[in-house]
């Protein structure tokens, strides 16, 4: 067992006198090394919240993160933000769903590609070098020497996917949390994507904690599933049985609401 | 996503912040604009009179403000200059702002060599300071309360015009002017009427700007001797004529300075207002 | 990059030749001639006709501006009307104090604005962010000659810590910097609070950004966020505000000269205005209008080179 979530909540209470807003709800999984997990919802059903809070990205004072999640031995949710900076980029690492937003655009892509490393480990210019163009190249980007001196705006969407790829398998991290990479892009680009991302898994044995509102992409990907409405699990289970058997009837007009990917009432937006 | 939503919090915070900005603004600027209208129609003492007896008082209650090395009044007359200093600078604004709405209007609406030609014009005039500008052309009308309105207005017009053409060149293809044009709306009417009312946020953030600017530059000019005649009253002329007795007789610089400032404050403070509240950016 | 950053630099020659021109026409259509003012009323004909033929007075206008400009360009201003000495002397002994203080009143802005806007930023909605964000509107509302006799009354005859007479560079560099540093404060004070607020917003502006949370995930800490990614895109507008700014610093000096008598490029523009000298007027304007115009170049030349996006357009 790599990964054992518990009773992870996330609920924000920003202000005096306003309703608290619980964006997870008792969230429960469990991963195993190498494994590829898939977590489905429409938008605002708290998906991406689980990523950011197991990645330790949301802001203490205005969310509080309950629950556990014990990562090798150790509950992420218990360290200091100080202890959870070792684990960030270096053991678990995670993949944006905005391509185009979430690269530094004064920044050339090498840097940007290098910096768990520089962060990490103490490493000569040369070896991050090396390593950084390595890590491009298993992320699927063409010529990687010439792309390392480039800018983002330089870049396709798919290329800057990539990139942001590239920088998170850097340290070869145990698992690997993709918020929706690929929503922002073509479909034909989408699938080369996931392709990479199959390739990755198996190369390299990442686990990957596959999130999206598409249920097709995870079927492709995935063989466990997670289906999430307003922030509680309502459904899980091996992915063929969710897709051909689904036991609930959001995840039937999830399935069945695919091709148009209209969005389901009762949904809160939160972007 | 959680950054998205800490920083749309983070912006609603900030705007009511503004507002209240925007509240002190208005005050602040009504206040003074009932103190110098006031002095329009009324001044304690008349502004050029000369006491003998009252020469370097102190501020007391016979005179606020206290006199100046000739016995004269120095409310009296900071209220005057104050309303010399006002009036200047709303004739700039009417001649800047009038002329660069239409200039820039018309350049923003039609596009063209002609746009390009006078944005480039624009642009040139725009990067100088246009106190150094006024001084020029002071220099070579001389002083006066008219020659300052001229100059200031036309070198004011330019960046008039860019605010305006911009704003214009956002809406020209939008599809309500669009559609206004198929149905065969005149050109004019669709300039004035569908998208002037548009960008009134923008224009008044920009009035206020034009405003201060208008009122330091008026001050400054004043200042250095080269504004208003001698003759006229002025809040700049008024610091000129202090600083021989800034030692001896601070009240007749710390007033007037004063008003000056609050003056340029509340409509600072106003114009801020109006973009955040409004979303706009500076 | 090249071309783009050409043809910017053949505009601002086009800018710097019209200023000239206009500069020039501007002072040859007014009515009545230095003659008069510098002769005196009781002056000879023929002593007009020689001055006027020794001051190139006579000739069209075009030809005078052809040679006028040509002239200038070799460094050679032309003779003062007023002071029997060329133009170019003149103005560049009084140019000393006028840079100096520019050059003080810029360093003032970098040094008090930078600290201010990064703290102000960093504690958002605390206590100094609070107060700086009030006292940058306040300050930004001071006209800095209004703000010069402010801080003259302050120092001199509150604290009596400055004594307001010119001390010139003759008299030794520490004491000379020390006198520009109250008008140099003056200028910089306005100017600084647009400074501050501008990059404050700025900063505000980059944290908000999506490349933020991706340095976060890497295992940034929040100092090396701000230094490695914030800070540097944050300073690109700033920057390009500071270049531009110091057009209006020199403009600022000119009229701070007059608060603290310091003699200068603006003290002599301001008299020669007054006595129609002006030649010497000519070639103070088209001399500041090419600091100006170098600066708007610097400008652009700065956020060419900070912002690689620019690049591609």
């Not at chain 1, 090394?33 to 802001?59: C, D, F, N, P, Y």
């Not at chain 1, 969005?263 to 937006?269: A, E, F, I, W, Y």
């Not at chain 3, 940058?136 to 209004?146: D, G, L, R, Y």
Request: hydrophobic share 50%.
């Amino acid at each position: 067992m790599m990964l054992r979530v518990q009773d992870l909540s996330v609920v924000f209470r920003d202000r005096a006198g306003e309703e608290p807003f619980t964006a997870v709800d008792r969230f429960c999984l469990t991963m195993d090394r190498g494994e590829v997990v898939g977590v489905v919802g429409e938008s605002g059903s708290g998906k991406s919240m689980t990523a950011h809070a197991l990645m330790g990205l949301i802001q203490r004072p205005r969310a509080e993160v309950t629950g556990s999640a014990v990562f090798e031995g150790t509950d992420l949710l218990a360290l200091s933000p100080e202890e959870m900076r070792r684990y960030q980029g270096r053991d678990l690492s995670i993949v944006f769903q905005e391509p185009m937003t979430s690269l530094n655009p004064t920044m050339r892509i090498g840097k940007q590609v290098e910096e768990s490393l520089r962060i990490h480990e103490k490493l000569s210019r040369a070896e991050r070098r090396d390593r950084a163009l390595d890590a491009m190249a298993l992320a699927g980007l063409p010529e990687p020497e010439s792309v390392y001196r480039q800018y983002p705006h330089q870049l396709s969407g798919g290329m800057r996917q990539r990139v942001m790829i590239a920088s998170a398998l850097v340290l070869r991290p145990r698992l690997l949390i993709a918020d929706e990479p690929t929503t922002a892009l073509d479909v034909t680009i989408q699938a080369q994507i996931l392709e990479t991302l199959k390739d990755i898994n198996r190369k390299e044995g990442t686990a990957i904690l596959f999130i999206s509102h598409d249920l097709g992409v995870v079927k492709a990907l995935c063989r466990r599933v997670v289906v999430m409405k307003q922030g509680k699990i309502v459904e899980s289970g091996a992915v063929d049985d969710v897709f051909y058997h689904p036991q609930e009837e959001y995840t039937k007009l999830l399935i069945a609401s695919r091709p148009a990917r209209k969005k389901l009432k009762g949904g809160r937006q939160d972007g | 996503m959680v950054f998205a939503r800490q920083r749309k919090q983070a912006d609603t915070k900030n705007r009511k912040q503004k507002n209240w900005y925007l509240t002190i603004g208005i005050v602040l600027t009504a206040c003074m604009l009932i103190f110098i209208t006031v002095g329009f129609f009324w001044t304690p003492y008349k502004p050029s009179a000369l006491s003998a007896a009252d020469r370097e008082a102190a501020p007391s209650l016979r005179h606020l403000f206290g006199c100046d090395q000739m016995g004269r009044d120095v409310f009296s007359r900071t209220l005057e200059g104050a309303g010399s200093t006002l009036t200047i600078a709303l004739a700039v604004l009417a001649v800047g702002a009038v002329c660069g709405l239409v200039i820039g209007a018309l350049c923003g609406y039609y596009g063209g060599r002609l746009d390009a030609l006078i944005m480039r014009l624009c642009d040139a005039v725009a990067a100088f300071p246009s106190v150094l500008l006024a001084l020029v052309v002071l220099a070579v009308t001389g002083p006066g309360k008219y020659n300052v309105i001229g100059a200031l207005g036309v070198l004011f017009i330019p960046s008039f015009a860019r605010l305006v053409r911009g704003e214009f060149l956002k809406y020209r293809d939008r599809d309500f002017v669009q559609s206004a044009r198929l149905m065969g709306v005149g050109d004019l009417r669709i300039i004035f009427v569908h998208i002037l009312p548009n960008i009134w946020p923008v224009l008044l953030s920009g009035l206020t700007i034009g405003f201060n600017n208008a009122v330091l530059a008026e001050a400054s000019m004043s200042y250095l001797g080269i504004g208003v005649s001698p003759t006229e009253p002025s809040l700049g002329y008024m610091l000129k004529d202090a600083q021989g007795v800034f030692f001896t007789l601070p009240w007749c610089t710390a007033f007037p300075a004063a008003v000056a400032i609050l003056l340029i404050l509340g409509m600072g403070m106003v114009g801020e207002g109006i973009r955040e509240r409004m979303g706009v950016a500076s | 990059m090249g071309k783009a950053l050409l043809k910017r630099a053949g505009l601002l020659i086009g800018t710097l030749l019209l200023v000239s021109v206009l500069a020039f026409v501007a002072f040859s259509v007014i009515p009545g001639d230095p003659t008069g003012s510098v002769l005196g009323m009781e002056a000879t004909d023929e002593q007009i006709a020689a001055f006027r033929a020794r001051m190139g007075l006579d000739l069209p206008v075009w030809q005078r501006y052809w040679n006028w400009l040509t002239a200038f360009v070799t460094g050679d201003f032309g003779q003062s009307f007023k002071f029997d000495m060329p133009v170019s002397e003149l103005v560049f002994t009084r140019a000393q104090a006028t840079l100096v203080l520019a050059a003080a009143a810029f360093i003032l802005i970098v040094v008090i604005s930078l600290p201010l806007g990064l703290i102000a930023a960093r504690r958002q909605g605390g206590i100094v962010d609070r107060v700086v964000t009030v006292l940058t509107q306040v300050t930004m509302s001071v006209p800095n000659f209004i703000m010069g006799i402010g801080l003259m009354y302050l120092f001199a005859l509150v604290l009596k810590w400055f004594r307001p007479e010119y001390v010139p560079l003759k008299d030794g560099l520490g004491a000379h910097l020390r006198y520009m540093l109250l008008p140099a404060l003056a200028v910089a004070l306005p100017k600084s609070a647009m400074t501050v607020k501008l990059l404050r917003g700025s900063i505000l502006g980059e944290l908000g950004q999506d490349y933020i949370r991706t340095a976060y995930s890497k295992g940034s800490s929040r100092g090396s966020v701000l230094r490695r990614h914030v800070l540097r895109n944050a300073m690109i507008p700033v920057v390009t505000f500071l270049a531009m700014a110091i057009g209006d610093i020199m403009a600022g000096s000119i009229v701070i000269e007059q608060v603290f008598s310091i003699p200068g490029l603006g003290r002599i523009l301001i008299s020669s205005i007054g006595t129609r000298d002006y030649p010497v007027v000519q070639a103070i304007v088209v001399l500041l209008a090419g600091v100006v115009v170098l600066c708007n170049f610097l400008a652009d030349l700065l956020y060419r080179v900070m912002d690689p996006r620019i690049d591609g357009r």
